[in-house]
């Protein structure tokens, strides 16, 4: 099983990143997926989630109206796009797979997002 991030990197406040999540090993379609992060000194926060049946969707309070996540099942790949970053959003980004019929739940390495002028 893998879970890959990429899109993370350095973007000045107001910009917009879209962070990508490849996934390998298991049955994607059947899985919810979720974005994580971790800001320095600060506890892994979940950010959104995208169903697997329906893709209906969730986000953080704080991101709301600024972030996107969707999934393109065919490319076993989730998304996070970002518009309006903040000096806030700076953190590492984790992609989250889980199951809760089959009982299962993966990791991916993360990936960077640093907000700054």
């Known amino acids: 099983v893998q879970l890959v991030e990429s899109g993370g990197g350095l973007v000045q406040p107001g910009g917009s990143l879209r962070l990508s999540c490849a996934a390998s090993g298991f049955t994607f379609s059947r899985y919810h997926m979720s974005w994580y992060r971790q800001a320095p000194g600060k506890e892994r926060e979940l950010v959104a989630t995208?169903?697997?049946?329906?893709?209906?969707?969730n986000y953080a309070d704080s991101v709301k109206g600024r972030f996107t996540i969707s999934r393109d099942n065919a490319k076993n790949t989730v998304y996070l796009q970002m518009n309006s970053l903040k000096p806030e959003d700076t953190a590492v980004y984790y992609c989250y797979a889980y199951s809760t019929v089959l009982g299962n739940n993966y990791w991916g390495q993360g990936t960077r997002v640093t907000v700054s002028s």
């Open positions: 995208i169903r697997s049946a329906g893709g209906s969707t």
